[in-house]
């Protein structure tokens, strides 16, 4: 009888997020569909970097570099690219179907994550975020300079005329009629990403009520006193990363084919710091709170390059501040804020949301 | 002495931190089903014995049998495994968890749900986290936490913090339980009762290490006890004769009061 409620709520929800891309079609316009496609795959990034970070408390700093080599993986494998590097084995380049490379690429990412988790197993808190943001620019600087002897990344112009994401033979990129409803292609990604979305919110609630979840917890909580209760810390922070990596690798890939276009300038620290961002200011550790910081840090900026240079024109007759610079200036100033009275995020995860009631409750007694 | 029935069996273990000797040819054995105690004034090497022991230590030399397997390097979480559970001189509990979760922790060990099963949520995975969770419930009540199972660890009362360690170690189905001075800070009421719980774990089978400087405590509960001083044994055996025992008495001149 309980349930009765939270269903409805769910299934309300779920009637909002599918009419979510025509509500803000008719409302803000075709551009906005794209950054709320642009926010989804945020969410997916943070929930990846949530499982890493809010789970077993490694800090990482270098998230992005396994969103990259998710992206190019796609980008070599569905793209005429690979022809310059490899005209004779490859005339027309590689254009393997996403739903082949997809698994490949969170495989790939997944395998990188153990690769960066391996060496720093000894290492925690600042020493590991060091070491992490040092992997992160690694990988991209490799990439841009892996254009030579063999031109395998293009270096900084990129890869283009990426293969777009195709379900069941029908293309995204075109606008598709569905039951007589006509659906662009942002809106057709949309509900891609709609689907994957939810399906790293499925996987993370499963994972962190479980067995192996509660060992990450103990990994966060004390590393020590977890490997005396027999955890395997080694193993399980290898798992952390990896499963990390491979929800980072797949976003990777899914950006590969909406874009159709990468370069290692999307991959920047800038990047890593964002998306960590999301994970703090939502809430470490608390899905929906990452959902919500995902949903801000995404949406935010956009705003404010919408409404600071009408804005300051109005008042000023001219514009004195750079959308950009403000943004980062509104960010800092957000997040400090944060830290100060709400440090436990926007959406504390359960035990500190417990926690605080029980303060207050003791403080009430 | 050293024969078959020792469930743990130290030979000539050495421990050096550089130039210094905390643990020097250090030999003893614990007997199943006993209660051993291990004394010894401040800096004796007590607790480099028991790192060595829970295998947080490499031993520079010697060696170290448990249940009749040879352990060299040992890891901490191969000799949980194998059946040494401890708890830790300054509480380690996970903190921001529920009282419950840490001891559902504890059955890390004797389970085995991964990834696929966490995802699946198969029929095998949900009994697995049903016994859990009950095994985990009746554990808390066994060492008698009545404070919601939900209580975050951090506040529970330092007695109870005590209590949930052991918990959380025996929630590993130790056959040694390694406890490192668990009456520390504890009040003579806390203590009595800690008394008890000991000898109750100690009549479930389960064979009990103690660490303590509480002398008396060990003297009322312990089958038989050893004497370290400046990393050597200098004493052990019943602990009448031990209280006795010369070197011990100088050992703890104007240190304790027995």
Redesign the interface.
């Known amino acids: 009888m309980r349930n009765a409620p939270k269903n409805l709520t769910l299934w309300l929800l779920f009637a909002v997020l599918l009419l979510l891309p025509f509500i803000t079609d008719a409302l803000l316009g075709r551009g906005w569909v794209r950054i709320v496609d642009f926010a989804m795959l945020y969410i997916m990034l943070a929930l990846g970097l949530n499982i890493v970070v809010g789970y077993a408390g490694l800090l990482d700093l270098g998230y992005i570099a396994f969103f990259a080599v998710g992206a190019y993986c796609y980008a070599l494998a569905g793209s005429p690219h690979l022809a310059q590097a490899f005209p004779i084995a490859f005339p027309d380049g590689v254009h393997l179907s996403f739903w082949i490379v997809l698994p490949m690429a969170a495989l790939l990412a997944g395998f990188f994550g153990v690769l960066l988790g391996a060496p720093t197993l000894r290492l925690r808190g600042d020493y590991l975020a060091i070491v992490t943001l040092g992997f992160g620019e690694i990988i991209r600087i490799f990439l841009n300079n892996l254009n030579a002897p063999i031109n395998l990344t293009n270096g900084p112009q990129g890869i283009s005329r990426i293969d777009p994401v195709s379900v069941a033979n029908v293309s995204l990129n075109f606008t598709q009629k569905i039951f007589g409803i006509e659906l662009p292609s942002v809106h057709l990604y949309f509900y891609l990403f709609l689907a994957f979305t939810a399906l790293v919110v499925f ?1 993370s609630q ?2 962190e009520k ?6 990450w ?2 990994i966060r ?2 590393e ?10 080694r193993n399980l922070r290898l ?1 952390a990363f990896a ?1 990390g990596a491979m929800f980072g690798g797949a976003s990777g890939a899914l950006f590969a084919g909406f874009q159709g276009f990468i370069s290692p300038e999307s991959f920047s620290l800038m990047e890593s710091i964002m998306v960590l961002c999301m994970v703090v200011l939502g809430g470490m550790g608390n899905i929906a709170g990452v959902i919500l910081g995902g949903i801000l840090l995404a949406i935010l900026p956009e705003v404010l390059r919408h409404s600071v240079v009408p804005m300051q024109q109005a008042l000023f007759g001219k514009v004195l501040v750079d959308p950009e610079s403000l943004r980062m200036l509104l960010f800092g100033t957000a997040l400090i804020v944060m830290m100060l009275y709400r440090p436990a995020g926007l959406l504390p995860s359960r ?2 949301r ?2 605080l009631d ?1 303060d207050e409750a003791v403080e009430r007694v | 002495m050293t024969g078959t029935g020792a469930l743990l069996q130290f030979t000539s273990i050495g421990k050096q931190f550089g130039g210094l000797s905390a643990l020097s040819d250090v030999s003893l054995h614990i007997q199943r089903g006993e209660i051993y105690g291990l004394i010894g004034p401040n800096g004796a090497g007590k607790t480099t014995l028991f790192n060595v022991l ?3 230590y490499q031993p520079s030399v010697g060696e170290f049998r448990f249940n009749g397997t040879r352990y060299q390097a040992g ?3 191969v000799l ?2 194998a059946g040494i ?2 708890t ?1 001189q300054n509480i ?7 009282a419950l ?1 840490n001891v ?3 059955r ?4 085995r ?3 696929f ?3 699946l ?1 198969n029929r095998v ?1 949900r009994n ?2 049903q016994a ?1 969770a009950e095994r985990a419930r009746e554990l808390l009540h066994y060492v008698g936490i009545d404070k919601p199972a ?3 660890a951090k ?1 529970l009362s330092y007695g109870e913090q005590r209590r949930l360690e052991i918990a ?2 025996l ?2 189905d130790p056959l040694l339980l390694a406890l490192d001075e668990p009456a520390a800070g504890m009040n003579a009421t806390e203590t009595e009762s800690l008394k008890t719980l000991l000898q109750i774990i100690r009549s479930s089978g389960i064979t009990v290490l103690l660490i303590e400087h509480d002398v008396k405590l060990i003297m009322g509960l312990c089958d038989r006890v050893a004497v370290l001083d400046y990393g050597r044994k200098i004493a052990e055996g019943v602990p009448e004769r031990v209280r006795n025992d010369p070197a011990v008495i100088a050992a703890y001149l104007g240190g304790e009061d027995e």
Do not use: W
């Open positions: 996987v499963r994972l479980s067995r192996i979840g509660r060992a917890m103990a909580e004390d020590i006193a977890a490997s005396a209760m027999g955890i395997n810390t798992l499963m035990v500190r417990r926690e029980t | 829970t295998g947080l890891k901490p979480h949980a495994q559970a401890r830790f380690r509990l996970f903190a921001n968890l529920t979760e559902m922790i504890g890390h060990v004797r389970t749900a991964g990834v099963g966490a995802l949520r995975t697995e986290e859990i939900q209580t975050l506040h959380r170690a929630a590993t």
